[in-house]
């Protein structure tokens, strides 16, 4: 198939999935009940709408990265507008912070202040005042009527949305004023604007990164996305577009910029503060330590600026106090909160709360994992993306009540750091929504939690296990070439026998010795030569190289004395690591170890041939090898050594 044709085709799969995806969208938006009500139905849609636009980004991927990048951009900006608007067409039914939403517009509209009462502290007050009937007046705009009461959450807390947020309902308010029309549904279509600037910054963002522009629908035609923002409607819109500008302005503007977008994303959404450390740390490593407290004055200057027309003397005390009501009476869909408390010995209704206990530790380990990310910059925009996901990542492990929407600015971090696990891991937390169905009780809210956290743990390990094997064998290949580096010779031709995936081998190279690589079957991932071999034979002549450096391969082969014979045919010196036992459970448990450790490299478990020192020792003698020296590098858990031989004259 040519190379056009394949274009084209891709372009048809992107637009077939997206059709169907919007038509599914728009079928349970428009459908009754409303989806919160259709659970069932509702996470069907989901489910089907993810496979089926996984499927066209898949096949249309060359297309879709395809020359002019603009192209591109505007088939995912489309596509993102036309999937929220056939959400946005849903009554809301997934999430009633919505009408919080309202009630605060509403007060902020009529130039009161959100943050003085809490909505049955203002019903009260104005049932006291004789205010009943200006009270019912406002009941259609969540004024304070006890219709509109009973339709929020938390009626007796105060509200803990920011002035940024609060000026976004405000909005929302006058527009249905002035243009008519529900304010919630203004307020929710704003959300939609606001994700879409947002989609567009990923877009942007990942060219300025130079990584595939496709890589932004991990965002923007995620079906968690569309339906929290467009369907459910929540504040994380206002502040993602924020964070990804952030990415952009990295060494591109002035600090006082990045400090004031910091602060607007916290006037947003507080949550966003989570990371402002990754930002300000990433321009210090960038050698701008100057740069980095002007940022972070800035964003407190802005913030203080934010809440100031709102300043009372209970202000902070208010906040403080919803605050801790919130992180000490509730929790939702966390699996290892639960598990946490359980292990405390809490049960529910029958022993007192471990929360005062459990909420510390938690704190703690958030703060440790944020930290983490923090410390882990290196002032490029790739390392601050990708400590933006596992900063995210921390938060919602860690946090006792996870909602869907909270994941919002974990997935547009997985977006412009090409994490697919991430979105797919996102996937599961709309299973939550079973726990609002009549019939699902705590064992079974149980078995849905432990599927999510399998589901969410094997898709990640599928995309960064490998990674991370490759990172401990580049550590452990570090560890052997320690070890080895004193006994090559300048000018040393090397053969790295049983090179596994060549990593000894090519710091061997980077030491400036000319190196080769043998090995059974190809797993090299670097730039040397490597021959393979039926692991007895090596096609090689004879004082080809000076040394062969055989580092835990021996006990692999089906005929160690073969391998060690064609070694000393083809190097003059052998240096040998390999993993010895003394007693017979020191090899009952190196071979489990092997075993274990070689099915993370994909190797399937085969009949392992230790030996003891003397053994190998023996060995070397009997074909003409002199040892010249050997020692213990280890006697724990792992016994092993390392022998140096070379030909007897």
């Known amino acids: 198939m040519s190379e056009t044709r394949a274009g084209e085709e891709g372009g048809r799969k992107i637009a077939l999935a997206l059709a169907l995806s919007v038509v599914l969208t728009l079928w349970v938006a428009l459908c009754e009940p409303p989806p919160r009500e259709a659970v069932g139905r509702f996470l069907g849609v989901v489910g089907l709408s993810a496979l089926l636009l996984g499927w066209g980004v898949r096949g249309g991927w060359g297309w879709l990265n395809g020359e002019p990048r603009r192209c591109g951009v505007f088939v995912i900006l489309g596509g993102a507008l036309a999937l929220r608007l056939a959400a946005w067409m849903a009554p809301v039914s997934l999430s009633d912070d919505v009408w919080r939403y309202v009630w605060d517009g509403a007060i902020v509209a009529a130039g009161e202040n959100p943050y003085a009462e809490t909505p049955r502290e203002r019903v009260t007050r104005m049932q006291g005042e004789g205010a009943v009937a200006r009270a019912e007046a406002g009941e259609e705009a969540g004024a304070s009527s006890r219709k509109a009461l009973q339709r929020l959450n938390s009626p007796d807390y105060h509200t803990v949305y920011p002035p940024g947020a609060q000026a976004v309902f405000a909005s929302a308010e006058v527009a249905s004023g002035w243009l008519g029309g529900v304010s919630e549904r203004w307020?929710?279509?704003?959300?939609?604007?606001?994700?879409?600037?947002?989609?567009?910054?990923?877009?942007?963002?990942?060219?300025?990164?130079?990584?595939?522009?496709?890589?932004?629908?991990?965002?923007?035609?995620?079906?968690?996305?569309?339906?929290?923002?467009?369907?459910?409607g929540h504040t994380e819109a206002l502040a993602v577009g924020l964070m990804v500008a952030l990415v952009l302005m990295v060494g591109r503007r002035r600090p006082w910029t990045i400090g004031a977008v910091i602060g607007l994303s916290a006037l947003a959404k507080l949550t966003f503060l989570i990371v402002s450390p990754l930002v300000g740390v990433a321009l210090w490593r960038r050698g701008r330590f100057r740069d980095a407290w002007v940022a972070a004055l800035v964003a407190v200057a802005v913030l203080v600026a934010g809440y100031?027309?709102?300043?009372?003397?209970?202000?902070?005390?208010?906040?403080?106090?919803?605050?801790?009501?919130?992180?000490?009476v509730f929790s939702f869909d966390a699996p290892l909160y639960y598990a946490a408390r359980y292990l405390l010995g809490y049960r529910e209704g029958?022993?007192?709360?471990?929360?005062?206990?459990?909420?510390?530790?938690?704190?703690?380990?958030?703060?440790?994992?944020?930290?983490?990310?923090?410390?882990?910059?290196?002032?490029?925009?790739?390392?601050?993306?990708?400590?933006?996901?596992?900063?995210?990542?921390?938060?919602?492990?860690?946090?006792?009540?996870?909602h869907p929407w909270y994941a919002l600015g974990l997935m547009a971090a997985a977006a412009l750091a090409g994490a697919w696990s991430v979105s797919l891991a996102a996937l599961g937390l709309m299973l939550s929504y079973l726990f609002y169905v009549p019939a699902v009780g705590r064992p079974e809210e149980i078995v849905v939690m432990v599927v999510q956290s399998v589901w969410a743990v094997a898709v990640v390990g599928l995309q960064v296990g490998p990674k991370v094997i490759a990172w401990a064998l580049r550590r452990r290949a570090k560890t052997k070439f320690d070890a080895v580096r004193p006994y090559l010779r300048p000018g040393d031709r090397v053969l790295d026998l049983g090179a596994g995936e060549g990593f000894v081998g090519e710091l061997v190279a980077e030491a400036d010795f000319e190196v080769m690589l043998a090995e059974v079957d190809d797993r090299n991932r670097t730039a040397l030569e490597m021959i393979t071999y039926d692991g007895e034979s090596l096609p090689l002549d004879d004082d080809q190289f000076d040394v062969a450096i055989i580092a835990y391969t021996l006990h692999h082969a089906r005929r160690?004395?073969?391998?060690?014979?064609?070694?000393?045919?083809?190097?003059?010196?052998?240096?040998?690591?390999?993993?010895?036992?003394?007693?017979?459970?020191?090899?009952?448990?190196?071979?489990?170890?092997?075993?274990?450790?070689?099915?993370?490299?994909?190797?399937?478990?085969?009949?392992?041939?230790?030996?003891?020192?003397?053994?190998?020792?023996?060995?070397?003698?009997?074909?003409?090898?002199?040892?010249?020296?050997?020692?213990?590098?280890g006697r724990g858990v792992h016994r092993h050594v390392i022998i140096v031989a070379d030909r007897e004259s």
């Open 560 to 633: 160690p004395d073969k391998v060690l014979s064609e070694a000393a045919r083809v190097a003059r010196r052998l240096v040998i690591l390999e993993t010895v036992y003394e007693r017979e459970w020191d090899r009952r448990l190196v071979t489990f170890l092997d075993h274990s450790a070689n099915r993370l490299r994909g190797m399937a478990p085969e009949s392992l041939a230790f030996d003891r020192v003397e053994g190998w020792l023996e060995r070397l003698h009997a074909r003409g090898m002199r040892v010249l020296t050997w020692r213990w590098l």
């Open 187 to 232: 307020l929710r279509l704003f959300f939609v604007l606001a994700d879409l600037l947002a989609v567009l910054l990923i877009a942007r963002a990942l060219i300025a990164m130079r990584r595939a522009v496709g890589w932004a629908t991990l965002y923007a035609w995620h079906p968690l996305v569309v339906w929290e923002v467009a369907g459910g």
């Open 308 to 328: 100031a027309p709102f300043w009372f003397e209970a202000l902070i005390a208010n906040q403080r106090e919803s605050v801790a009501l919130y992180a000490g």
């Open 350 to 402: 029958l022993t007192e709360p471990v929360t005062h206990v459990l909420s510390p530790v938690l704190q703690l380990a958030t703060m440790i994992v944020i930290a983490a990310a923090t410390l882990w910059q290196n002032g490029t925009r790739g390392r601050l993306v990708a400590s933006m996901v596992v900063a995210w990542a921390g938060y919602l492990v860690f946090n006792p009540v996870v």
